[in-house]
Structures are given as C-alpha cells and as structure tokens.
C-alpha cells in the first residue's frame, strides 16, 4: 500500500508570506497526486491535482504544487498567505496499482497571523 | 446538479444501535466511497466501489458494512454502534479514470454514546 506523510501538523505563517506545505509519498511510482483544502466545519474541496502532463501544478487561489520523482514529494507553495488561506490541507495518493483507491496524509493546519 | 449528498447531516446514537448513512451523486460518476474523519488522522477509507455491483474495503471496514444501490447512491451501514465509531463520515465519487479526482459531500457527524 501507499503511504502518504505531510511532515508538518500545524504551519504558522503571517498575513503576505509564503506558504510551504510538505507532502512525500512511499513509491517511486508515480501516482496520482491531490491536494485538498477543508475549512472548519466544511467538507473537502480540491485544490490541485497531478495528471503526468507538466510538474509543476497550479491551482485555485494562487496555489501551486512541484512533483519531485527523485524526491517522491508533491509540496504544496503558494507566494502571498492571504487570511482566507486558513484551513485544513490534506495531500492525497492513489494506490501504486489501483488508480480507483487513495491514502490521506494526515493533514496540516495552516494558520495565517495578521 | 447538486453533487455529492448525503443524510443524515447529525446523528446520535446509542451503542448497540444501528443505522444506515446515505449518499447520493448526480455527476454519472463511477466510483464511490465512504471515509472516515479523525482528529490527527486525515480521512481513512472504510469501504469504496470502483462501479456499480462491486464493493471493497478499505482501510479499517470493521464494524460496516455497505450497498451499492444503483450507480447513483452507495450507503453506509452500522450494524452494531461502538463508542469508537464517533467520526465525521464522508462521501465521494469519481469519474472512472486515471488522475480523476474525488467530489466530496458535506459529511455526516455521528456520535456515538
């Protein structure tokens, strides 16, 4: 099975900086890559996904993700922190054979200080 | 369309009680799953359905059991209610296909007394 680490429970950034959320993945293998965004009490939006065609990713809201192979990482950046920015983030991996099955990370919480 | 839907919204319950969690898409899509939301621990996989008439269990099914009803709906059932069952449960589906992603509902709250 794949396994899915996001290296930072909780991240602390001030209003206007960037913004670096760790993601690595267990294979070598390249999977399908998401990021999913949870604000509090809500359900689960996408943020951005890997489809092979390029690997750097962009997404809504100014965010962008690099797939690193050699790396196994999928790190999730955006420029400029906005408070909005606040939430749950969630990496997601598909299964190494099976692209129907996925493994959550464990989630980071982003808290923007103004 | 309205998406991923789910019911109930809340639900209390007694252990030993039972109850079915139900989920409903308008997308046509294929896939369908049920999670899990615990604090710390992302979303687990208790059972999915890569295509109606299939059904197979994910990470922790203990405890649940599920029905793919037709294409568009897929439930949930508590057969036995345990403390330990308190979650926040979710619903997705998924087109067929590789790096299609997972449309989530508004989750349901269940707790567990």
């Known amino acids: 099975a794949q396994s899915v680490t996001q290296l930072d429970s909780h991240v602390s950034v001030s209003e206007g900086t960037p913004v670096l959320l760790r993601c690595n993945y267990s294979?070598?293998?390249?999977?399908?890559l998401f990021w999913y965004v949870q604000h509090p009490n809500k359900g689960l939006q996408l943020l951005l996904k890997?489809?092979?065609?390029?690997?750097l990713v962009k997404g809504i809201n100014g965010f962008e993700a690099e797939f690193k192979k050699s790396e196994t990482s999928f790190h999730l950046t955006k420029p400029s922190a906005h408070m909005s920015d606040a939430a749950e983030y969630f990496c997601v991996v598909s299964d190494l054979y099976n692209f129907n099955k996925f493994y959550f990370g464990s989630g980071t919480k982003l808290n923007v200080k103004p | 369309n309205a998406g991923v839907t789910q019911t109930p919204k809340f639900q209390v319950l007694k252990t030993g009680q039972s109850m079915t969690l139900q989920c409903a898409q308008d997308?046509?899509?294929?896939?369908m799953y049920w999670y899990r939301q615990d604090p710390g621990m992302g979303l687990r996989l208790i059972y999915y359905s890569a295509s109606e008439g299939t059904t197979d269990k994910g990470e922790v099914p203990n405890g649940y059991n599920v029905s793919r009803l037709n294409k568009r709906e897929f439930s949930l059932r508590l057969e036995s209610a345990a403390p330990s069952q308190t979650s926040v449960y979710f619903c997705?589906?998924?087109?067929?296909?590789?790096?299609?992603?997972?449309?989530f509902g508004p989750g349901t709250r269940l707790t567990v007394l």
């Open positions: 997705a589906s998924k087109l067929a296909g590789s790096y299609n992603e997972q449309f």
């Open positions: 294979s070598s293998y390249s999977p399908s």
């Open positions: 997308m046509n899509h294929n896939s």
């Open positions: 890997y489809t092979s065609a390029a690997t």
